[in-house]
Structure formats: C-alpha cells, structure tokens
C-alpha cells in the first residue's frame, strides 16, 4: 500500500535560517504529492502540491520538487519566520481515480525562535 | 478560513454517550472526507463520500457511523466509544473530478472520552 515517511521533530530553527524538511513516499505508479501545514488550532491547509514528475511546487516561499527517481518531495524554504512554526505533513494520492483519501506522513512541527 | 466548518469544536463524552459530529462546506464540492487525526500517529482516513455515496470505509469499527445526507453536510455519529478513540477529527470536502485530489479541511473538532 502508499505510505508516507518524514523526519520527525520537533524542529527548532532560529529566524531566517534556511529549511528542510525531508519526505519520502512509496506508491504505485505516479502519485500526486502534497504539503500541508497545520497552525495552531486550526485544520489542515494545502500548501503546495505536485501532480507529476520533476514538477516543483511553490508557495509563501515555500518549494518541493517532485523526484520520481529518490521517491522523495521534500520541502525547502530559504529563510523561515516566526510565524512559519507549524506542523507540516507530507502527503499523497494514489492513482485510482474518483474521490480517494489523501496518505499523511506524521507531521513534523516545526519551531522558529526570533 | 477554507470554507469548511465543523462543530463543535470541543466534545466531551461518556463511553456510554452518543453524539454527533456535523461538518458543513460552502465550496460547492461533492466529495467530503473523515479524518482522525492522533497524537504521534499519521492522520487516518476513515470515510469517503463522493456524490453523496461512501467510497471508502478504511475498516472504521462500527461504533463510527457517517451520514452524509447532501452534498454539503456530513456527520460522523459516535456510539459507545472507547478511550482511545480520543483524538481531533477531521472533515475535508473536495471535488470528485477534475482538481479534485486538492482537499479543504475544516479546523477539527477535539474529542474527549472519558
């Protein structure tokens, strides 16, 4: 079956350093790949996605590329902020077609210390 | 705000309780999701409708029913639940075609069984 595997946190980075998050998936066939971010009492929230191959995607200065070849999205960011610290999941959705549940990695909470 | 509500947003309940959850979306979508989502755990996904019709049931006990009565409302109706079945519980709505894998999450509602 899918299965999602991302590092695990919390962590802790001071203001403006540079981010990664690592994220590795196994699927059948050619997955879409998601983030998503999860505030403080709040529900989950799309941040980027990609739907295929060498595709990045990119929000809030926020990327991931899509690597077929290292099953891998992982997130980057060049210089995070205090209000980046979230929980971040990494996700996918198989390739069967219709309404289908996304696959969540654990989450990884991430702190940014002024 | 992503145009899913979900109430209430805090429960509290007996083993011996039933309650309901209820989400509601606004986005015009016609497929809605139930999640779990548990502390040090992915989140899981229980239930899929799509044009009002379950798609997916990831083997939820029975003590978890849905009912999804339109396209815009689900609930998810609890029955004698357990103390692990504590956790914050997700509702999603997308489209079934198209941009559908782009799922919108409601805020959650914490459930507490005692």
């Known amino acids: 079956g899918n299965s999602v595997t991302q590092m695990e946190g919390p962590v802790t980075l001071s203001e403006e350093a540079f981010l990664t998050i690592n994220c590795t998936y196994t699927?059948?066939?050619?997955?879409?790949l998601f983030w998503y971010v999860q505030y403080p009492g709040e529900g989950l929230q799309l941040l980027l996605k990609a739907t295929k191959a060498d595709d990045k995607g990119s929000n809030k200065g926020f990327e991931a590329t899509y690597r077929k070849e290292t099953t891998s999205f992982h997130l980057e960011k060049g210089s995070v902020q205090v209000s980046d610290s979230a929980v971040y999941f990494c996700?996918?959705?198989?390739?069967?077609?219709?309404?289908?549940?996304?696959?969540f990695g654990k989450g990884t909470h991430l702190i940014i210390q002024p | 705000e992503t145009g899913v509500t979900q109430t209430p947003r805090h429960l509290v309940m007996g083993m011996t309780n039933k309650k309901s959850l209820k989400c509601e979306q606004h986005l015009g979508h016609n497929a809605m999701y139930w999640y779990k989502q548990s502390a040090k755990k992915p989140l899981e996904l229980m239930f899929v409708?799509?044009?009002?019709?379950?798609?997916e049931n990831n083997s939820v006990p029975s003590r978890f029913s849905p009912e999804c009565p339109n396209s815009s409302h689900l609930f998810l109706h609890l029955h004698t639940l357990q103390p692990e079945d504590s956790a914050l519980y997700l509702c999603?709505?997308?489209?079934?075609?198209?941009?559908?894998?782009?799922?919108?999450f409601g805020p959650g509602t914490r459930l507490l069984v005692l």
């Open positions: 699927a059948t066939g050619y997955p879409s």
């Open positions: 409708y799509s044009l009002e019709e379950r798609v």
């Open positions: 996700a996918l959705r198989g390739t069967g077609g219709g309404a289908d549940g996304l696959t």
């Open positions: 999603a709505s997308s489209v079934s075609q198209g941009d559908w894998e782009t799922q919108y």
